[in-house]
């Protein structure tokens, strides 16, 4: 068995019903990345907040009302997992500070595992404490998965990861929700676009969803999380030419700097791709620290990785989602001035910019 199997889901999702309740498509990030990548037949989004009108709404609603995104499965969006057409598998798509579990979910992790579906959760809570839950699945024939459950197994780095036959890039933040998983699969999407065997290691739950495998690093006990990184690469390396490693939090959030430390160090990436979102100037959800610029931060990025594996930030990744078109390119061009490399909102202007700023700075065959 390959590490990469060892960290595979293993299981067939079916038809999905996504949970993410009073948070789509905002707080719902890990809802929205399963819409816009994962290969999932998503069938309804439960969100009681719009389904009951919370939005102002007087008719049926579905994603493509909240998301105007061709990436994106439009789906109905229903108030309770009984309303939802026939589905498989529960996912819970809302990834709160603290990954905890939300009471008012109860009702709807309930009713689908009494309807025999499985329920998968990417949260720091286990499913499988639950006595409630686990008795319900066993009743009716159902599945509980912990996706953020890291395997047993996991050691310290040996710091080879740069020793692979691959270029590793990472993507890197100036915050928590900055676009770093969507700028790892668009990347990977251009990349495979043009013929290059391209691949994303995920590191969190959503990427986890996404790719059907991967390591949660916030999960793993300090001491191994650089090492679970460098697994994870030395894996998809393997039998790909560019890897892309999905980077998590900043080096200046106050609570999540260790995780995004140990992928740094962990997956020794070539290169680095910078990504903000645009107008954002303290934390989110810690406004009492503000965010340094971007060239501070990329400098700050540059000089961790450097004793233990040099890296330069390449490109930049703008998320522009709530600026109309013109005020999207400005605000773009000005974050390339400010980091004098080359820059593109992913979703809105496509990847190619970031995969040719990538093959300028390494090996990488464009």
């Known amino acids: 068995m390959t590490d990469r199997d060892a960290t595979a889901l293993g299981f067939d999702p079916g038809r999905v019903a996504l949970l993410a309740h009073e948070g789509f498509p905002g707080r719902a990030k890990t809802a929205l990345g399963v819409l816009r990548y994962a290969d999932y037949e998503v069938v309804a ?6 389904a009951g009108g919370g939005h102002g709404w007087q008719t049926s609603h579905t994603v493509g009302d909240f998301v105007d995104d061709d990436r994106v499965q439009d789906a109905p969006i229903v108030g309770r997992a009984d309303e939802a057409p026939s589905f498989d ?3 819970i798509g809302v990834a709160p500070i603290g990954g ?6 109860r009702g709807d992790v309930e009713r689908a595992l009494e309807a ?8 720091h809570y286990r499913l499988n ?13 159902g599945r509980l998965f912990d996706i953020r459950e890291p395997p047993a197994d996991l050691d310290v780095s040996e710091g080879r990861a740069r020793e692979v036959d691959a270029t590793v890039v990472g993507t890197v933040g100036t915050d928590c929700s900055t676009g770093k998983l969507t700028t790892t699969c668009e990347l990977v999407r251009a990349a495979r676009e043009r013929g290059i065997d391209a691949t994303m290691v995920p590191t969190g739950q959503t990427g986890i969803l996404v790719a059907g495998w991967g390591i949660a690093i916030d999960r793993v ?15 998809a390396a393997t039998d790909h030419d560019l890897v892309v490693v999905e980077g998590q939090g900043s080096l200046g959030h106050p609570a999540y700097s260790g995780v995004t430390t140990s992928i740094l160090h962990g997956a020794m990436p070539g290169a680095l791709v910078l990504c903000h979102a645009a107008g954002r100037e303290a934390v989110h959800g810690y406004e009492s620290f503000p965010i340094p610029s971007v060239d501070q931060v990329a400098t700050r990025y540059e000089a961790l990785a450097d004793p233990v594996a040099p890296a330069g930030v390449v490109a930049g990744a703008l998320d522009t989602h709530e600026l109309d078109a013109g005020a999207a390119g400005e605000a773009t061009a000005d974050y390339g001035d400010a980091l004098d490399v ?15 700023a990538v093959a300028d ?3 990488l065959d464009p």
Do not use: C, N
């Open 45 to 50: 989004v439960l969100d009681r907040e719009i």
């Open 89 to 91: 598998t529960l996912v």
């Open 100 to 105: 905890g579990f939300d009471a008012s979910w």
């Open 116 to 123: 025999g579906a499985d329920v998968v959760a990417g949260l």
């Open 129 to 141: 404490d639950d006595d409630e839950f686990v008795d319900l699945a066993e009743e009716h024939g």
């Open 221 to 235: 006990i300090a001491d191994f999380a650089a090492g679970a990184t460098e697994r994870l690469v030395r894996a």
């Open 342 to 356: 080359p820059t593109a909102d992913p979703v809105r202007d496509g990847a190619d910019t970031l995969v040719d």
């Open 361 to 363: 700075a390494t090996d």
